[in-house]
């Protein structure tokens, strides 16, 4: 079993920077794909930001050249380097972890912190 905790949410204002982390607890392999989502009230859970089977990472139009994802396989920890914020942004962002072994499936998900932006 795999826990993962999200930390580094909070008020910011339009145009300021913040830097999620995500710690995996338990048993996770350098190939299981890492990745970040969010959900703002009243919307759909959206696919951020990901890091890619075979190396290279992923990240939505909609924060491309403003968000990065990286990992650090030695900590077990992905995070998510998001700057120029924008109200928008506003969401709990949630870290999701997934893989398989020996064709088995597996996918874990943090409980989510919360990213606000607002003047």
């Known amino acids: 079993q795999v826990h993962l905790e999200e930390s580094g949410g909070g008020l910011v204002q339009p145009g300021e920077s913040l830097r999620l982390s995500c710690v995996a607890s338990g048993s996770i392999k350098s190939s299981d794909v890492m990745e970040w989502h969010r959900q703002a009230p009243g919307q759909r859970r959206e696919l951020v930001a990901e890091?890619?089977?075979?190396?290279?990472?992923r990240a939505a139009d909609s924060v491309k050249g403003r968000f990065a994802i990286s990992r650090d396989n030695d900590k077990n920890t992905v995070y998510l380097q998001m700057k120029d914020l924008k109200p928008e942004d506003t969401a709990v962002y949630f870290c999701?972890?997934?893989?398989?072994?020996?064709?088995?499936?597996?996918?874990?998900w943090g409980q989510g912190t919360q990213v606000t932006v607002s003047s």
């Open positions: 890091t890619l089977i075979g190396g290279g990472t």
């Open positions: 999701h972890v997934w893989g398989n072994t020996d064709g088995h499936y597996y996918h874990y």
